[in-house]
Protein backbone atom coordinates (compact mmCIF):
# COMPACT_ATOMS: atom_id res chain seq x y z
CA UNK A 1 0.00 0.00 0.00
CA UNK A 2 1.58 3.50 -0.84
CA UNK A 3 1.86 6.17 2.04
CA UNK A 4 -0.60 7.95 2.92
CA UNK A 5 -0.65 12.03 2.14
CA UNK A 6 -2.64 15.07 3.39
CA UNK A 7 -4.49 17.58 1.26
CA UNK A 8 -1.66 19.34 1.83
CA UNK A 9 0.97 16.58 0.64
CA UNK A 10 2.46 15.72 3.14
CA UNK A 11 3.18 12.44 4.70
CA UNK A 12 0.71 10.71 6.84
CA UNK A 13 2.25 7.99 8.77
CA UNK A 14 -0.10 4.94 9.43
CA UNK A 15 0.94 5.22 13.48
CA UNK A 16 2.41 7.76 15.40
CA UNK A 17 3.61 7.71 19.18
CA UNK A 18 5.10 10.01 21.34
CA UNK A 19 8.74 10.14 19.55
CA UNK A 20 6.94 11.48 16.49
CA UNK A 21 6.34 14.77 18.41
CA UNK A 22 9.81 16.53 20.18
CA UNK A 23 9.80 17.15 23.69
CA UNK A 24 6.09 15.52 23.73
CA UNK A 25 5.79 12.91 26.92
CA UNK A 26 3.01 10.92 26.21
CA UNK A 27 1.63 8.65 28.82
CA UNK A 28 3.47 5.27 28.53
CA UNK A 29 0.70 2.84 29.58
CA UNK A 30 -0.69 3.14 26.43
CA UNK A 31 0.59 0.51 24.48
CA UNK A 32 0.79 -0.04 21.17
CA UNK A 33 -2.54 -0.97 18.93
CA UNK A 34 -3.05 -5.15 18.88
CA UNK A 35 -1.28 -5.39 21.85
CA UNK A 36 -2.38 -5.24 25.76
CA UNK A 37 -3.86 -3.77 27.23
CA UNK A 38 -5.50 -2.56 23.54
CA UNK A 39 -6.63 1.05 24.34
CA UNK A 40 -5.34 2.03 21.08
CA UNK A 41 -7.32 -0.49 19.55
CA UNK A 42 -7.55 -4.68 18.72
CA UNK A 43 -5.44 -4.90 15.77
CA UNK A 44 -2.02 -3.43 15.02
CA UNK A 45 -3.40 -1.61 11.92
CA UNK A 46 -6.72 -0.83 12.48
CA UNK A 47 -9.16 0.58 9.64
CA UNK A 48 -5.52 1.04 7.63
CA UNK A 49 -5.91 -1.82 6.38
CA UNK A 50 -9.62 -2.19 5.65
CA UNK A 51 -12.40 -0.17 7.29
CA UNK A 52 -14.96 -1.25 9.95
CA UNK A 53 -18.47 -3.51 8.56
CA UNK A 54 -20.74 -1.14 8.02
CA UNK A 55 -23.64 -3.19 9.42
CA UNK A 56 -26.96 -2.12 8.90
CA UNK A 57 -29.99 -2.77 11.07
CA UNK A 58 -33.05 -4.17 9.30
CA UNK A 59 -36.47 -6.05 9.93
CA UNK A 60 -40.08 -5.17 9.32
CA UNK A 61 -42.95 -6.55 7.90
CA UNK A 62 -42.67 -10.59 6.54
CA UNK A 63 -39.86 -12.23 5.92
CA UNK A 64 -40.32 -11.40 1.92
CA UNK A 65 -40.28 -7.86 2.98
CA UNK A 66 -37.35 -7.92 4.76
CA UNK A 67 -35.20 -9.94 2.25
CA UNK A 68 -36.19 -7.51 -0.11
CA UNK A 69 -34.46 -4.45 2.01
CA UNK A 70 -31.39 -7.01 3.05
CA UNK A 71 -30.92 -6.92 -0.58
CA UNK A 72 -31.28 -3.57 -1.41
CA UNK A 73 -28.71 -2.68 1.68
CA UNK A 74 -26.09 -5.24 -0.31
CA UNK A 75 -26.63 -3.73 -3.74
CA UNK A 76 -25.99 -0.04 -1.49
CA UNK A 77 -22.28 -1.46 -0.50
CA UNK A 78 -23.32 -2.77 3.20
CA UNK A 79 -20.83 -5.19 4.15
CA UNK A 80 -22.85 -7.47 7.09
CA UNK A 81 -26.55 -7.89 7.70
CA UNK A 82 -28.23 -7.33 11.36
CA UNK A 83 -31.92 -8.50 11.30
CA UNK A 84 -34.33 -6.72 13.49
CA UNK A 85 -37.42 -8.98 14.88
CA UNK A 86 -40.50 -8.24 15.89
CA UNK A 87 -41.32 -8.68 19.45
CA UNK A 88 -43.35 -11.92 19.51
CA UNK A 89 -40.50 -13.25 18.20
CA UNK A 90 -37.91 -11.59 20.96
CA UNK A 91 -40.52 -12.81 23.47
CA UNK A 92 -40.73 -16.58 21.99
CA UNK A 93 -44.31 -16.04 21.19
CA UNK A 94 -45.89 -17.20 17.28
CA UNK A 95 -47.50 -15.17 15.39
CA UNK A 96 -51.18 -16.59 16.06
CA UNK A 97 -51.03 -16.55 19.56
CA UNK A 98 -53.59 -13.71 20.96
CA UNK A 99 -50.39 -12.00 23.08
CA UNK A 100 -49.08 -11.23 19.50
CA UNK A 101 -51.80 -9.57 18.34
CA UNK A 102 -51.29 -6.41 16.97
CA UNK A 103 -47.59 -6.49 17.25
CA UNK A 104 -47.04 -9.14 13.98
CA UNK A 105 -43.85 -7.31 12.11
CA UNK A 106 -44.71 -3.87 13.90
CA UNK A 107 -40.95 -3.59 15.24
CA UNK A 108 -39.02 -6.22 13.67
CA UNK A 109 -39.68 -9.08 11.12
CA UNK A 110 -41.49 -11.74 12.08
CA UNK A 111 -39.80 -15.12 11.91
CA UNK A 112 -41.87 -18.17 13.26
CA UNK A 113 -40.10 -21.44 11.59
CA UNK A 114 -37.51 -22.38 9.80
CA UNK A 115 -39.70 -21.53 6.49
CA UNK A 116 -39.92 -17.89 7.41
CA UNK A 117 -35.61 -18.05 7.97
CA UNK A 118 -35.83 -20.06 4.43
CA UNK A 119 -37.45 -16.40 3.12
CA UNK A 120 -35.62 -13.79 5.25
CA UNK A 121 -32.31 -14.71 3.53
CA UNK A 122 -33.26 -16.11 0.13
CA UNK A 123 -30.46 -15.47 -2.50
CA UNK A 124 -28.11 -14.27 -0.09
CA UNK A 125 -24.80 -16.07 0.30
CA UNK A 126 -24.83 -16.92 4.10
CA UNK A 127 -21.08 -17.67 3.48
CA UNK A 128 -20.56 -14.46 2.48
CA UNK A 129 -21.91 -12.31 4.39
CA UNK A 130 -21.86 -11.42 8.28
CA UNK A 131 -25.09 -11.39 10.15
CA UNK A 132 -25.77 -10.54 13.19
CA UNK A 133 -29.35 -10.90 14.85
CA UNK A 134 -30.99 -8.88 17.75
CA UNK A 135 -32.42 -11.68 19.85
CA UNK A 136 -31.79 -12.42 23.71
CA UNK A 137 -33.91 -14.90 25.32
CA UNK A 138 -34.87 -17.22 22.50
CA UNK A 139 -31.22 -16.74 20.93
CA UNK A 140 -30.31 -20.18 20.35
CA UNK A 141 -33.71 -20.80 18.67
CA UNK A 142 -32.96 -18.37 16.13
CA UNK A 143 -29.35 -18.92 15.74
CA UNK A 144 -30.39 -22.53 15.05
CA UNK A 145 -33.04 -21.95 12.59
CA UNK A 146 -29.92 -19.85 10.74
CA UNK A 147 -27.63 -22.61 10.63
CA UNK A 148 -30.57 -24.95 9.37
CA UNK A 149 -31.31 -22.74 6.37
CA UNK A 150 -27.69 -22.56 5.71
CA UNK A 151 -26.92 -26.51 5.78
CA UNK A 152 -29.86 -26.69 3.66
CA UNK A 153 -27.48 -23.98 0.88
CA UNK A 154 -25.19 -26.30 1.45
CA UNK A 155 -22.95 -24.67 3.85
CA UNK A 156 -21.63 -26.25 7.30
CA UNK A 157 -21.72 -24.13 10.59
CA UNK A 158 -17.72 -23.25 10.60
CA UNK A 159 -18.33 -21.43 7.22
CA UNK A 160 -20.60 -19.04 9.30
CA UNK A 161 -20.11 -15.77 10.52
CA UNK A 162 -21.72 -13.45 12.63
CA UNK A 163 -23.42 -12.90 16.18
CA UNK A 164 -26.48 -13.21 18.15
CA UNK A 165 -27.08 -11.07 20.94
CA UNK A 166 -28.34 -13.93 23.75
CA UNK A 167 -27.64 -10.53 26.36
CA UNK A 168 -30.37 -11.56 28.66
CA UNK A 169 -29.24 -9.87 31.97
CA UNK A 170 -29.41 -6.54 30.26
CA UNK A 171 -33.17 -7.32 29.29
CA UNK A 172 -33.83 -7.53 33.36
CA UNK A 173 -31.89 -4.09 33.73
CA UNK A 174 -33.22 -1.64 30.63
CA UNK A 175 -35.50 -3.41 28.21
CA UNK A 176 -37.81 -6.35 29.48
CA UNK A 177 -37.57 -9.00 26.17
CA UNK A 178 -36.87 -12.05 29.09
CA UNK A 179 -38.71 -15.13 29.01
CA UNK A 180 -36.51 -17.60 32.05
CA UNK A 181 -35.17 -16.42 35.11
CA UNK A 182 -31.87 -15.38 35.23
CA UNK A 183 -30.63 -19.00 36.44
CA UNK A 184 -31.87 -20.60 33.66
CA UNK A 185 -30.94 -17.70 31.21
CA UNK A 186 -27.03 -18.47 32.39
CA UNK A 187 -27.49 -22.21 31.66
CA UNK A 188 -28.87 -21.79 27.92
CA UNK A 189 -26.56 -19.18 27.39
CA UNK A 190 -23.42 -21.65 28.81
CA UNK A 191 -25.19 -24.07 26.09
CA UNK A 192 -25.09 -21.51 23.40
CA UNK A 193 -21.17 -21.12 24.18
CA UNK A 194 -20.42 -24.82 24.24
CA UNK A 195 -22.54 -25.50 21.02
CA UNK A 196 -20.73 -22.92 18.59
CA UNK A 197 -17.26 -24.13 20.29
CA UNK A 198 -18.16 -27.45 18.61
CA UNK A 199 -20.28 -26.73 15.55
CA UNK A 200 -20.29 -23.10 14.69
CA UNK A 201 -16.68 -21.74 15.95
CA UNK A 202 -16.61 -18.67 13.68
CA UNK A 203 -19.95 -17.14 15.23
CA UNK A 204 -19.87 -14.54 18.44
CA UNK A 205 -21.91 -16.12 20.50
CA UNK A 206 -22.68 -12.66 22.80
CA UNK A 207 -22.95 -9.51 21.98
CA UNK A 208 -22.97 -7.97 25.16
CA UNK A 209 -25.00 -4.89 24.82
CA UNK A 210 -24.55 -1.20 27.06
CA UNK A 211 -26.59 -0.07 23.85
CA UNK A 212 -29.72 -0.54 25.25
CA UNK A 213 -29.28 0.64 28.99
CA UNK A 214 -27.93 3.99 27.25
CA UNK A 215 -31.17 4.46 25.83
CA UNK A 216 -32.70 4.06 28.62
CA UNK A 217 -30.88 6.70 30.24
CA UNK A 218 -27.28 5.48 31.01
CA UNK A 219 -24.47 6.87 31.69
CA UNK A 220 -21.36 6.50 29.36
CA UNK A 221 -19.95 5.56 32.80
CA UNK A 222 -22.30 3.52 33.96
CA UNK A 223 -23.31 2.34 30.55
CA UNK A 224 -19.59 0.61 30.36
CA UNK A 225 -19.68 -0.30 34.26
CA UNK A 226 -23.11 -2.17 33.84
CA UNK A 227 -21.81 -4.05 30.55
CA UNK A 228 -18.70 -5.56 31.49
CA UNK A 229 -20.48 -6.85 35.16
CA UNK A 230 -22.85 -8.36 32.97
CA UNK A 231 -20.08 -9.74 31.20
CA UNK A 232 -18.05 -10.68 33.82
CA UNK A 233 -21.50 -12.74 34.88
CA UNK A 234 -21.21 -14.83 31.92
CA UNK A 235 -17.57 -15.97 31.88
CA UNK A 236 -18.35 -17.17 35.30
CA UNK A 237 -21.41 -19.15 34.25
CA UNK A 238 -19.72 -20.66 31.06
CA UNK A 239 -16.73 -21.39 33.87
CA UNK A 240 -19.04 -22.97 35.96
CA UNK A 241 -20.08 -25.27 33.03
CA UNK A 242 -16.49 -26.59 32.65
CA UNK A 243 -15.94 -24.52 29.65
CA UNK A 244 -12.22 -23.02 29.97
CA UNK A 245 -11.66 -19.21 29.17
CA UNK A 246 -9.61 -19.08 26.51
CA UNK A 247 -11.76 -21.53 24.18
CA UNK A 248 -14.72 -19.37 24.39
CA UNK A 249 -13.75 -15.55 25.56
CA UNK A 250 -12.23 -15.54 21.74
CA UNK A 251 -16.03 -15.53 20.36
CA UNK A 252 -17.63 -12.61 23.40
CA UNK A 253 -18.72 -9.42 21.37
CA UNK A 254 -19.84 -5.94 22.59
CA UNK A 255 -22.61 -3.48 22.00
CA UNK A 256 -22.26 -0.03 22.31
CA UNK A 257 -24.25 3.74 21.75
CA UNK A 258 -21.98 6.12 20.13
CA UNK A 259 -23.55 9.72 21.50
CA UNK A 260 -23.36 13.22 19.96
CA UNK A 261 -20.96 13.88 22.73
CA UNK A 262 -18.00 13.07 20.28
CA UNK A 263 -14.89 13.00 22.98
CA UNK A 264 -16.12 11.24 25.59
CA UNK A 265 -17.26 8.60 23.37
CA UNK A 266 -13.89 8.38 22.19
CA UNK A 267 -12.70 7.96 25.57
CA UNK A 268 -15.31 5.88 26.61
CA UNK A 269 -14.40 3.10 24.08
CA UNK A 270 -10.25 3.54 24.88
CA UNK A 271 -10.84 2.82 29.13
CA UNK A 272 -13.65 0.28 27.93
CA UNK A 273 -10.64 -2.03 26.13
CA UNK A 274 -8.19 -1.15 29.08
CA UNK A 275 -10.47 -2.19 31.86
CA UNK A 276 -11.73 -5.74 29.96
CA UNK A 277 -8.20 -6.65 29.02
CA UNK A 278 -6.92 -6.47 32.89
CA UNK A 279 -10.35 -7.91 33.74
CA UNK A 280 -9.58 -11.06 31.93
CA UNK A 281 -6.06 -11.21 32.15
CA UNK A 282 -6.13 -10.83 35.97
CA UNK A 283 -9.30 -11.76 37.47
CA UNK A 284 -9.99 -14.82 35.16
CA UNK A 285 -6.58 -15.70 33.98
CA UNK A 286 -7.22 -15.87 30.18
CA UNK A 287 -3.76 -16.38 28.34
CA UNK A 288 -5.39 -15.99 24.80
CA UNK A 289 -4.67 -12.51 23.91
CA UNK A 290 -7.45 -12.54 21.57
CA UNK A 291 -9.70 -13.42 25.03
CA UNK A 292 -8.54 -10.17 26.28
CA UNK A 293 -9.52 -8.12 23.54
CA UNK A 294 -12.50 -6.24 23.56
CA UNK A 295 -14.28 -6.20 20.04
CA UNK A 296 -17.77 -4.48 20.03
CA UNK A 297 -20.23 -3.06 17.30
CA UNK A 298 -21.81 0.45 17.83
CA UNK A 299 -24.98 1.65 16.75
CA UNK A 300 -25.65 5.92 16.91
CA UNK A 301 -27.91 7.02 19.93
CA UNK A 302 -31.44 6.31 18.48
CA UNK A 303 -32.65 8.18 22.18
CA UNK A 304 -31.04 11.46 20.73
CA UNK A 305 -33.27 11.37 17.47
CA UNK A 306 -35.69 13.82 17.12
CA UNK A 307 -38.91 13.60 15.54
CA UNK A 308 -38.73 17.26 15.42
CA UNK A 309 -36.84 18.77 12.65
CA UNK A 310 -35.79 15.03 11.74
CA UNK A 311 -33.13 15.75 8.30
CA UNK A 312 -30.99 17.25 11.64
CA UNK A 313 -30.48 13.73 12.54
CA UNK A 314 -28.18 13.18 10.03
CA UNK A 315 -26.20 15.85 10.84
CA UNK A 316 -26.38 14.11 14.66
CA UNK A 317 -25.58 10.41 13.34
CA UNK A 318 -22.56 11.13 10.99
CA UNK A 319 -20.98 13.11 14.64
CA UNK A 320 -21.85 9.91 16.61
CA UNK A 321 -20.72 7.64 13.84
CA UNK A 322 -17.53 9.83 13.36
CA UNK A 323 -16.86 9.40 17.04
CA UNK A 324 -17.59 5.57 17.29
CA UNK A 325 -14.96 5.14 14.29
CA UNK A 326 -12.29 7.20 16.32
CA UNK A 327 -12.95 5.55 19.34
CA UNK A 328 -11.97 1.73 17.37
CA UNK A 329 -15.25 0.16 16.77
CA UNK A 330 -14.96 -3.03 14.62
CA UNK A 331 -18.75 -2.61 12.55
CA UNK A 332 -21.01 0.28 12.93
CA UNK A 333 -24.82 0.58 12.25
CA UNK A 334 -25.92 4.75 11.57
CA UNK A 335 -29.39 5.02 11.95
CA UNK A 336 -31.47 6.72 9.52
CA UNK A 337 -32.51 10.45 9.88
CA UNK A 338 -36.48 9.27 10.38
CA UNK A 339 -36.50 6.62 12.78
CA UNK A 340 -38.02 8.67 15.61
CA UNK A 341 -40.72 8.92 13.75
CA UNK A 342 -41.60 5.42 12.10
CA UNK A 343 -39.75 2.25 10.59
CA UNK A 344 -37.17 3.56 8.03
CA UNK A 345 -37.57 4.45 4.60
CA UNK A 346 -35.72 2.69 1.88
CA UNK A 347 -34.11 6.42 0.92
CA UNK A 348 -33.26 7.16 4.80
CA UNK A 349 -31.50 3.81 5.21
CA UNK A 350 -29.19 4.31 1.97
CA UNK A 351 -28.31 7.51 3.45
CA UNK A 352 -27.46 6.40 6.23
CA UNK A 353 -25.02 3.80 5.02
CA UNK A 354 -23.80 6.93 2.71
CA UNK A 355 -22.91 8.42 6.24
CA UNK A 356 -20.14 5.89 6.63
CA UNK A 357 -19.03 5.61 3.59
CA UNK A 358 -18.49 9.44 3.48
CA UNK A 359 -16.59 8.78 6.77
CA UNK A 360 -14.45 5.85 5.46
CA UNK A 361 -13.45 6.63 2.08
CA UNK A 362 -13.63 10.66 1.82
CA UNK A 363 -12.46 11.89 5.35
CA UNK A 364 -8.60 10.73 6.51
CA UNK A 365 -9.80 9.06 9.75
CA UNK A 366 -8.84 5.84 8.47
CA UNK A 367 -5.33 6.32 7.09
CA UNK A 368 -3.86 6.34 10.85
CA UNK A 369 -4.49 4.35 13.99
CA UNK A 370 -5.78 6.09 17.08
CA UNK A 371 -5.66 9.37 16.09
CA UNK A 372 -6.14 10.89 19.24
CA UNK A 373 -3.70 9.16 21.31
CA UNK A 374 -1.71 11.55 23.08
CA UNK A 375 -4.40 14.05 22.85
CA UNK A 376 -4.38 15.77 26.67
CA UNK A 377 -8.24 15.94 26.62
CA UNK A 378 -8.79 12.75 25.56
CA UNK A 379 -5.92 11.22 27.86
CA UNK A 380 -7.35 12.44 30.69
CA UNK A 381 -10.85 11.73 30.22
CA UNK A 382 -9.95 8.01 28.81
CA UNK A 383 -8.30 8.18 32.83
CA UNK A 384 -10.65 9.76 34.94
CA UNK A 385 -13.83 7.31 32.49
CA UNK A 386 -11.57 4.32 33.80
CA UNK A 387 -11.76 5.28 37.28
CA UNK A 388 -15.45 6.10 37.33
CA UNK A 389 -15.86 2.73 35.49
CA UNK A 390 -14.07 0.53 37.72
CA UNK A 391 -15.75 2.22 40.97
CA UNK A 392 -19.13 1.23 39.55
CA UNK A 393 -18.26 -2.13 38.39
CA UNK A 394 -16.94 -2.31 42.40
CA UNK A 395 -20.51 -1.51 43.81
CA UNK A 396 -21.73 -4.05 41.45
CA UNK A 397 -19.49 -7.20 42.44
CA UNK A 398 -20.11 -5.78 46.36
CA UNK A 399 -23.63 -6.44 45.93
CA UNK A 400 -22.66 -9.97 44.76
CA UNK A 401 -22.44 -9.35 40.90
CA UNK A 402 -24.48 -8.62 38.29
CA UNK A 403 -27.54 -10.79 38.78
CA UNK A 404 -27.83 -10.29 42.47
CA UNK A 405 -27.47 -6.57 41.93
CA UNK A 406 -30.15 -7.03 39.18
CA UNK A 407 -32.78 -8.91 41.58
CA UNK A 408 -31.68 -5.76 44.34
CA UNK A 409 -32.88 -2.97 41.52
CA UNK A 410 -29.32 -1.69 41.51
CA UNK A 411 -28.66 -0.86 37.84
CA UNK A 412 -31.94 -0.24 37.02
CA UNK A 413 -32.28 2.24 39.82
CA UNK A 414 -29.21 3.69 38.92
CA UNK A 415 -30.13 4.03 35.54
CA UNK A 416 -33.79 6.23 36.36
CA UNK A 417 -31.92 8.67 38.08
CA UNK A 418 -29.76 9.20 35.69
CA UNK A 419 -32.01 9.43 32.84
CA UNK A 420 -34.79 11.56 35.12
CA UNK A 421 -31.69 14.37 35.92
CA UNK A 422 -31.46 14.44 31.70
CA UNK A 423 -34.77 15.06 31.39
CA UNK A 424 -35.22 17.42 33.66
CA UNK A 425 -31.87 19.61 32.02
CA UNK A 426 -34.08 19.37 28.59
CA UNK A 427 -37.10 20.52 30.18
CA UNK A 428 -35.13 23.67 32.12
CA UNK A 429 -33.13 24.20 28.92
CA UNK A 430 -29.75 23.59 30.84
CA UNK A 431 -29.24 20.36 27.36
CA UNK A 432 -29.56 22.13 24.00
CA UNK A 433 -31.85 19.64 21.65
CA UNK A 434 -31.64 21.53 18.27
CA UNK A 435 -35.42 21.27 17.03
CA UNK A 436 -37.13 20.90 20.65
CA UNK A 437 -35.67 23.40 22.95
CA UNK A 438 -34.02 25.74 20.91
CA UNK A 439 -33.87 26.37 17.52
CA UNK A 440 -37.38 25.51 16.78
CA UNK A 441 -39.69 25.79 13.85
CA UNK A 442 -43.72 26.55 13.84
CA UNK A 443 -44.69 24.45 11.75
CA UNK A 444 -42.88 21.30 10.52
CA UNK A 445 -42.75 19.72 6.74
CA UNK A 446 -45.12 16.71 5.73
CA UNK A 447 -42.96 12.93 6.05
CA UNK A 448 -44.34 10.15 4.51
CA UNK A 449 -43.62 7.52 6.84
CA UNK A 450 -42.88 3.74 6.06
CA UNK A 451 -46.08 1.78 7.13
CA UNK A 452 -46.54 -1.75 8.22
CA UNK A 453 -49.15 -3.56 6.51
CA UNK A 454 -51.36 -4.68 8.99
CA UNK A 455 -52.50 -8.00 6.88
CA UNK A 456 -49.12 -9.13 7.90
CA UNK A 457 -50.47 -10.72 10.56
CA UNK A 458 -53.34 -12.80 9.28
CA UNK A 459 -50.82 -13.74 6.53
CA UNK A 460 -48.54 -15.33 9.38
CA UNK A 461 -51.35 -16.68 11.27
CA UNK A 462 -52.07 -18.44 7.27
CA UNK A 463 -48.93 -19.42 6.82
CA UNK A 464 -48.32 -20.95 10.61
CA UNK A 465 -51.92 -23.00 9.73
CA UNK A 466 -50.49 -24.05 6.56
CA UNK A 467 -46.98 -25.02 8.33
CA UNK A 468 -49.08 -26.88 10.98
CA UNK A 469 -51.15 -28.79 8.94
CA UNK A 470 -48.34 -29.94 6.74
CA UNK A 471 -45.49 -31.33 9.07
CA UNK A 472 -45.39 -34.18 11.34
CA UNK A 473 -47.02 -33.97 13.81
CA UNK A 474 -45.98 -36.40 16.29
CA UNK A 475 -42.34 -36.29 15.57
CA UNK A 476 -42.75 -32.78 16.14
CA UNK A 477 -44.20 -33.53 19.58
CA UNK A 478 -41.43 -36.16 20.49
CA UNK A 479 -38.71 -34.11 19.81
CA UNK A 480 -40.04 -31.11 21.77
CA UNK A 481 -40.56 -33.37 24.87
CA UNK A 482 -36.68 -34.45 24.23
CA UNK A 483 -35.95 -30.85 24.71
CA UNK A 484 -37.42 -30.61 27.99
CA UNK A 485 -35.93 -33.96 29.03
CA UNK A 486 -32.96 -32.02 28.41
CA UNK A 487 -33.81 -28.91 29.91
CA UNK A 488 -34.74 -30.48 32.91
CA UNK A 489 -31.13 -32.28 33.17
CA UNK A 490 -27.86 -31.55 32.25
CA UNK A 491 -27.36 -32.15 28.42
CA UNK A 492 -26.80 -29.48 26.14
CA UNK A 493 -30.52 -28.03 25.14
CA UNK A 494 -29.46 -26.90 21.41
CA UNK A 495 -28.93 -30.21 20.28
CA UNK A 496 -32.83 -31.87 20.60
CA UNK A 497 -33.88 -27.73 20.04
CA UNK A 498 -31.90 -27.84 16.83
CA UNK A 499 -33.70 -31.32 15.92
CA UNK A 500 -37.37 -30.06 16.70
CA UNK A 501 -36.95 -26.61 14.47
CA UNK A 502 -35.30 -29.10 11.77
CA UNK A 503 -38.69 -30.91 12.30
CA UNK A 504 -40.40 -27.56 11.96
CA UNK A 505 -41.76 -26.46 15.54
CA UNK A 506 -41.86 -22.87 16.05
CA UNK A 507 -40.08 -20.42 17.98
CA UNK A 508 -43.00 -20.33 19.99
CA UNK A 509 -43.55 -23.74 20.91
CA UNK A 510 -39.81 -24.20 21.90
CA UNK A 511 -40.10 -21.36 24.23
CA UNK A 512 -43.23 -22.80 25.59
CA UNK A 513 -41.50 -26.03 26.07
CA UNK A 514 -38.83 -24.17 27.99
CA UNK A 515 -41.39 -22.25 30.11
CA UNK A 516 -42.72 -25.75 31.00
CA UNK A 517 -39.37 -26.69 32.56
CA UNK A 518 -37.95 -23.86 33.75
CA UNK A 519 -40.66 -20.89 34.51
CA UNK A 520 -40.94 -17.81 33.48
CA UNK A 521 -39.23 -14.36 35.07
CA UNK A 522 -41.15 -12.19 37.27
CA UNK A 523 -39.98 -8.95 38.49
CA UNK A 524 -39.54 -7.81 41.96
CA UNK A 525 -42.13 -5.05 43.38
CA UNK A 526 -38.78 -2.91 43.91
CA UNK A 527 -38.10 -2.88 40.05
Known sequence: MADARTESDLPLKPLYAANDLDGFDAPTK???????????????????????????????GTAKESNERYHQLVAAGTGGLSVAFDLPTQMGYDSDESISSGEVGKVGVAIDSIEDMRVLFDGLPLDKISTSMTINAPGSTLLLLYQLVAEEQGISGDKLTGTIQNDVLKEYIARGTYIYPPKESLRLIADVFAYCQKEMPRWNTISISGYHMAEAGATPAQEIAFTLANAKEYVRAAQKAGLDVDDFAPRLSFFFVARTTLLE??????????????????????????????????QTAGVQLTAQQPEVNLIRVALQGLGAVLGGTQSLHTNSYDEAIALPTQKAARLALRTQQVIAYETDVC????????????????????????????????????VRAIEQGFQKGEIERSAYQVALEIDGGDRTVIGVNKFTIDVEEDYEPLRVNPAIESEQRARLAELRAGRDNAAVTAALEALKEAARGTDNVLYPMKEALRLRATGGEVAHALREVWGMYVPTDSF
Not at 43 to 51: D, R
Not at 271 to 284: G, L, N, T, V, Y
Open 265 to 298: EIAKFRAARRIWARIMREEFGAKNPKSQMLRFHT
Open 367 to 402: KTVDPFAGSYAIEAMTDELEAAIEELIAKVEDRGGA
Open 30 to 60: LGDPGKYPFTRGVYPTMYTGKPWTMRQYAGF
